[in-house]
């Protein structure tokens, strides 16, 4: 036993919050020794490549679906960037220059491309910069694996749960570890935004990253703890210390079961407004996950799911089958589906997507309805048919004119006459609404209002296009914020126009299960929140410690500030008052 490790405190950054105690184990990567070989044979060596380059695709393709199914589209995004390296133009050259200027092996040639790259990006002093060298790492080990055929499985991980600590960790290895067995993720490298981070975080365990920390010491130790709030390690933790970590972790687990326990009941605050909870989802399994949590209904089916990865449009009977089952597990709660957003970062070859400079701005969600209106129609049908017995809500994304909102309408009339003259049973009156998401329809919100009966403000989006951030360029991303004095004039015009007309308004990004915002949103009068199920019964026991009258005194001061960060700090300080 090293005594030198014993209660030995490390203090690391934090990148994802909560309390993990538990034995360590170290993930040591297969890697593959690369030898230049020389060849004689160029083209078969390029062959070479290109069947590894091929594979490697499709494997992030796979991992992509697993890590959608399983965590969220997000975090799946983390696996198609990785795609792009690997069609990267540039890379492709130098890798070919390689094997054919200087006759060496396609895995030489790889490697020495990759860490020609990575190094140049790791050189640039910047995070942002760091996080993608070593996702570039992480897609070269692929492509050098394959070409060696080295089989990366993992096989010993442990059958009990683990604290996993490694020297760096790229969001595909954290993907193999067994999420049921993961206590939390600790890494001598990386930051707060590295990916991995990203996903500790989307799978609710607490997690540390540039820790200076002797793995094999840490190995030795029987016991660590992960302080993933303040960013400590503490190896081989002396008893009175474990103790009082032990008793910080069960009070913080009890105040979550406490919540878990009353998930199914209401939230009604202290003066009895009762505020509707409901989850997003983006299949089957995430609605069976939802009622788990105490889901009151869907506030938002993401229908991408039936779309993506694959090579053919789904068919109207495939799409009402896929529907129904959803609407059967639901048993008659309320279903706001969205309809097909696809284009801006996620595109399918067999819809006519074009390539554009600025996707997020181009052809994509209701827009595709000039070209391409067969497609929502077919999926309209579909909805209806499925819903005959089901509270259907639909939602239309990305609307920017009232235009929109009136041939989204005239659409869904057409799909209603043409199943009545074929005889074919529909869902007789669907709410119909659309999603508040980008700045135009919220200045015009008052004129749309009429036309709909409700609106779901998507803060994700309104956030991107109000602030002009491109939400998924982690270079500039820290750049906007929901808080932002400005995303809070439109969310609050959007509620204010729904309510003057006596609509619902929902909110269905990540900012309904910012604890946060909770007060704020109530307090703007808010009716629904819609988010990730597990986020659902901590909401719900937040939503219960409130009044109105404090909410409203708290929003009429929120919005009265002029920089995100102090919106931001004041509304921490009243949710820290809270706990
Ligand atoms: C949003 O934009 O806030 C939203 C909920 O939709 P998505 O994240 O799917 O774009
Ligand atoms: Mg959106």
């Known amino acids: 036993m090293d005594t030198a490790a014993a209660n030995l405190t490390i203090k690391g950054v934090p990148a994802s919050a909560g309390i993990a105690i538990g034995k360590p184990w170290v993930y040591r990567p297969a890697q593959a020794a690369v030898k230049p070989r020389s060849i004689a044979d160029v083209d078969q060596e390029l062959e070479r490549f290109e069947a590894a380059r091929q594979e490697a695709l499709q494997q ?7 890590t959608r199914a399983e965590i969220g589209q997000a975090e799946a995004e983390i696996f198609e960037a990785h795609q792009l390296f690997l069609e990267d133009d540039e890379l492709i050259k130098a890798i070919t220059h390689g094997v054919q200027s200087e006759k060496i092996c396609a895995e030489a040639a790889v490697d020495a491309a990759i860490n020609a790259a990575a190094a140049q990006l790791s050189a640039l002093e910047d995070d942002y910069f760091r996080a993608r060298a070593s996702d570039l790492r992480d897609v070269g080990r692929r492509l050098v694996n394959l070409l060696l055929g080295v089989d990366t499985g993992l096989r010993d991980f442990p059958t009990h749960p683990v604290v996993v600590l490694a020297e760096d960790l790229t ?3 954290t993907m193999q570890f067994e999420k049921s067995k993961l206590l939390a993720l600790v890494t001598v490298q990386g930051g707060p935004t590295s990916h991995t981070a990203i996903l500790a975080g989307s799978m609710g365990i607490p997690a540390l990253v540039s820790v200076p920390v002797d793995l094999a010491a840490a190995e030795r130790s029987p016991q660590v703890i992960v302080d993933g709030s303040i960013g400590q390690l503490i190896l081989d933790p002396h008893a009175d210390l474990l103790a009082a970590k032990q008793a910080e972790q069960a009070q913080l687990q009890a105040k979550h079961r406490a919540a878990e326990a009353r998930s199914r009941e209401a939230a009604i605050t202290l ?3 009762v505020v509707e909870i409901v989850a997003n989802i983006g299949n089957l399994e995430g609605a069976q996950k939802a009622l788990q949590h105490g889901a009151e209904g869907v506030g938002l089916f993401r229908t991408e799911f039936l779309f993506l990865d694959r090579e053919q449009m789904p068919t109207e009977e495939e ?11 639901l048993r008659g709660k309320p279903v706001v589906v969205r309809t097909l957003d696809i284009g801006g970062d996620k595109a ?6 074009k390539d554009e400079a600025n996707p997020f701005l181009g052809w994509r969600a209701i827009r595709m309805i000039d070209g391409r209106s067969d497609v929502l129609l077919c999926q309209l049908r579909a909805l209806l048919c499925a819903g005959v017995d089901a ?14 909102v009136e041939q989204a309408r005239s659409l869904l009339k057409l799909a209603q006459e043409q199943l009545q003259s074929e005889g074919l049973p529909a869902c007789p009156s669907p709410q119909f609404g659309i999603m508040v998401e980008v700045p135009s329809a919220a200045l015009v919100a008052e004129h749309i209002a009429p036309m709909v009966d409700f609106f779901s403000i998507g803060t994700n989006d309104l956030t991107q296009y109000t602030m002009a951030v491109d939400r998924t360029n982690e270079r500039v991303v820290q750049i906007a914020s929901t808080f932002h004095p400005s995303v809070l004039r439109l969310i609050q015009m959007t509620i204010e126009a729904a309510h003057h007309h006596g609509k619902w308004v929902g909110l269905c990004g990540e900012f309904a299960s910012n604890p946060a915002a909770v007060p704020l949103l109530l307090g703007m009068g808010l009716d629904e929140f819609s988010m990730s199920s597990v986020n659902i019964p901590d909401i719900k026991d937040l939503i219960r410690r409130f009044s109105m009258d404090e909410c409203r005194e708290i929003a009429r001061h929120a919005l009265s500030l002029p920089k995100a960060a102090a919106v931001e700090a004041y509304l921490k300080s009243i949710h820290q008052h809270k706990q």
């Open 271 to 273: 003066d009895g407004h």
């Open 319 to 329: 799409q009402t089958q896929a529907y129904r089952q959803i609407f059967e597990v």
């Open 60 to 66: 992030l393709g796979a991992l992509a679906s697993k």
């Open 348 to 353: 399918v070859s067999y819809l006519g997507f």
């Open 391 to 404: 509270d259907l809500r639909i939602m239309v994304p990305m609307v920017s004119r009232l235009t929109e």
């Open 171 to 173: 969001p595909s290895d």
